[in-house]
């Protein structure tokens, strides 16, 4: 069992996981009482968590209704995903003249932890983790930190669309292919390169998502 810091914490991890893995489903009351009781806590650290999920984009909370788990929407990913490739190339830019070998290191070793992880379909739910903790490590020697802060906000709200990516269509091929691409231009100093690569990387899976929700709304009818 993970050692949480806070109460808060503990309830926020513990649904947020929830709702990325699809155990709580999209429109799905989360009614504080409930959960205070379920974790064994007070309300405090519930609504405190809460308001955490929906500043992720997890939660919303609705008249009358209270906390429900927000739905995926495909008006979301274009935004999400357009965000993300303009700020990702703009730190990768700058963190690639400053990344030194330790660096490079530690990228390609994630690298061939997510080809592991791919390749004997084990810990598929350590893809998106892995998928981030890649792209994380090739922005780390870019002295943006705000930059980076806001990388973070919009990887924890495009999160559960990576997994549905990763999970549900079939370009986790791809991923893993970009991902080895990425670390040789970056390793190579190729800023154009990989900027553009990176670019394309995250738009065409945006592109892939937005499709796949689409096509799941029109079976749903």
Request: proline share 2%.
């Amino acid at each position: 069992m993970p050692v949480y810091k806070t109460r808060t914490q503990m309830v926020a991890d513990i649904l947020r996981n929830k709702i990325l893995s699809g155990e709580i489903v999209a429109g799905e009351a989360l009614r504080q009482e409930a959960l205070a009781k379920e974790f064994d806590v007070s309300r405090i650290p519930v609504r405190e968590a809460l308001l955490q999920l929906e500043a992720q984009g997890l939660v919303a909370f609705e008249p009358h209704k209270g906390a429900i788990a927000t739905e995926l929407s495909p008006a979301k990913i274009h935004e999400l995903f357009q965000l993300r490739a303009m700020i990702e190339c703009h730190v990768l830019e700058h963190s690639i003249d400053n990344m030194t070998e330790a660096d490079f290191d530690a990228a390609d070793k994630i690298v061939q932890a997510f080809e592991t992880a791919v390749e004997t379909g084990a810990q598929v739910e350590s893809w998106s983790d892995l998928n981030y903790q890649l792209h994380a490590a090739l922005y780390k020697a870019a002295d943006l930190p705000q930059a980076k802060e806001i990388i973070e906000s919009l990887n924890l709200k495009s999160d559960r669309y990576i997994r549905l990516q990763l999970l549900l269509t079939s370009r986790i091929d791809k991923a893993e292919q970009e991902h080895s691409e990425l670390l040789t231009l970056c390793r190579q100093r190729d800023k154009v390169a990989a900027c553009a690569l990176l670019k394309k990387h995250i738009l065409e899976a945006g592109q892939a998502i937005h499709d796949l929700l689409v096509e799941q709304q029109e079976n749903a009818k």
